[in-house]
T-cell receptor
Framework: NAGVTQTPKFRILKIGQSMTLQCAQD?????MYWYRQDPGMGLKLIYY???????DKGEVPNGYNVSRSTTEDFPLRLELAAPSQTSVYFCASTRDRGQLFFGSGTQLSVL | QKEVEQNSGPLSVPEGAIASLNCTYS??????FFWYRQYSGKSPELIMS????GDKEDGRFTAQLNKASQYVSLLIRDSQPSDSATYLCAVSPSGGGADGLTFGKGTHLIIQP
């Protein structure tokens, strides 16, 4: 039982490059989330999805895009990477809107 | 703006003592409350959830909720060095919506052997 799988674990981007952070869960959870965590800070919600085909913005969506074509997958797209997007990104899922199951995270540096 | 406030610490507690972590929240109609533990370089993991006023105990952990005071706390009894971590308080938005949890910045707990 893999739970929530995120790839890659680490990535360095140059300013202006684009990339997709992958997230997949095998628990048949409808609710999926992308958070970012800056040093010494809590988790900030970027985007979320309540089911396949449905996505919505969280607290800090600027510079990001998501899609949810299947229940299992919820990729996060960064367009035109900026230094302000240097952070640790966590994908999470839940069945009951409370107990979030987190992936292992992606540490992204934009230089 | 919904806010969750925690003392960032570090909070230093001797091994075997009780560690007390506190959290306040701004959204009065919040329904669900959670404590996550996060080790350095790792992802958060849920250790306690609480939904109604009062105390909830699970092993060495006790969560306390006071909705009138908008206050939630976590007590860790018989603290162990392995309890050293950052503890994140999280609150479900009003109405228990699907739009995720609001997290505090976390309290860094250090258990001194």
């Amino acid at each position: 039982n893999a739970g929530v799988t995120q790839t890659p674990k680490f990535r360095i981007l140059k300013i202006g490059q684009s990339m997709t952070l992958q997230c997949a869960q095998d628990m048949n959870h409808n609710y999926m989330y992308w958070y970012r965590q800056d040093p010494g800070m809590g988790l900030k919600l970027i985007y979320y999805s309540v089911g396949a085909g449905i996505t919505d913005k969280g607290e800090v969506p600027n510079g990001y895009n998501v899609s949810r074509s299947t229940t299992e997958d919820f990729p996060l797209r960064l367009e035109l990477a900026a230094p302000s997007q240097t952070s640790v990104y966590f994908c999470a899922s839940t069945r009951d809107r409370g107990q979030l199951f987190f992936g292992s995270g992606t540490q992204l540096s934009v230089l | 703006q919904k806010e969750v406030e925690q003392n960032s610490g570090p909070l230093s507690v001797p091994e075997g003592a009780i560690a007390s972590l506190n959290c306040t929240y701004s959204d009065r109609v919040s329904q669900s409350f959670f404590w996550y533990r996060q080790y350095s370089g790792k992802s958060p993991e849920l250790i306690m959830s609480i939904y109604s006023n009062g105390d909830k105990e699970d092993g060495r952990f006790t969560a306390q909720l006071n909705k009138a005071s908008q206050y939630v706390s976590l007590l860790i009894r018989d603290s162990q060095p392995s309890d050293s971590a950052t503890y994140l308080c999280a609150v479900s938005p009003s109405g228990g919506g699907a739009d995720g949890l609001t997290f505090g910045k976390g309290t860094h707990l250090i258990i001194q052997p």
